[in-house]
């Protein structure tokens, strides 16, 4: 089985340009997550989906920060404008109901100079 | 709000030596515990589990119990392999799927060193 895949694994932004980050959950899960890393704050959530629809949108992140599931199968996160302090890692991951275990891509490094 | 501490940032040990990692939460309901590990450049992957019958899950040689009553979950191993070195995080997650599906709340996370 594939597990989450998560493209670019890195990428370079300038300050005010708009970047979109994707991910593929494993087949057949019914909640997505995206999450950003850090080594101050650890995971913090950005978004949730369960069934395509959004559940939960990170309070603090609402402004820039918009993650779509255009389908089952794939999800986007799209920062705009970026700005420095976005420079993190982008993690998503996926889960199925029944199962507490969630999936974690490897991630894409984002770098706003 | 529910949330997890991890008071440790930084772990470092010498190899052979025993690990333990603490993890502590504040959650108003009784939620499943977690460890995810990630090592350098991969995906954080599950380590352990909570039981709801309160057996002690292993994995790895590393081993967690659940205590209820002071609401920790420390992760330890008897003897650290310079391959443990990690990033570990403990995380909870309601057990209700109905109320937040399978949604982590993770901790700063603790890394951990050994060296030879």
């Known amino acids: 089985d594939a597990g989450v895949t998560q493209t670019p ?8 340009q708009t970047i979109i980050l994707k991910c593929e959950p494993v087949s057949g899960h019914n909640d997505l997550f995206w999450y950003r890393q850090t080594k101050i704050q650890g995971l913090e959530l950005l978004s949730y989906f369960r069934s395509k629809s959004l559940m939960e949108d990170g309070g603090a992140f ?33 889960s199925s109901r029944g199962r507490p275990e969630v999936f974690f891509g490897k991630g894409t490094r984002l770098t706003v100079v | 709000g529910d ?3 991890q008071t440790e940032g930084l772990v470092t040990l010498t190899e052979g030596l025993p690990v333990m990692l603490n993890c502590t939460y504040q959650s108003t309901y009784s939620p499943f515990l977690f460890w995810y590990v990630q090592h350098l450049n991969e995906a954080p992957k599950l380590l ?7 057996k002690r899950p292993e994995h790895q ?7 209820k009553s002071s609401s920790s979950f420390h992760l330890q191993k008897s003897s650290a392999q310079l391959s ?16 937040s599906g399978n949604k982590l709340i993770f901790g700063i996370g603790t890394l951990l060193s050994v060296k030879p």
Do not use: W
Not at chain 1, 9 to 16: F, L, N, P, S, Y
Not at chain 2, 86 to 95: Q, T
């Open chain 1, 9 to 16: 694994r890195h990428e370079v932004a300038e300050k005010g």
């Open chain 1, 62 to 94: 609402k402004d820039r920060f918009k993650a779509e599931m255009l389908n089952s199968s794939f999800s986007t996160l799209k920062i705009q404008p970026t700005e420095p302090k976005d420079s993190a890692v982008y993690l998503c991951a996926s």
């Open chain 2, 3 to 5: 949330s997890v501490t």
């Open chain 2, 48 to 54: 352990l589990k909570s039981f709801t019958d309160n």
């Open chain 2, 61 to 67: 040689g590393f081993h967690a119990t659940l205590h």
């Open chain 2, 84 to 99: 443990d070195s990690a990033l570990y995080y403990c995380a909870l997650s309601d057990r209700n799927y109905g109320s």
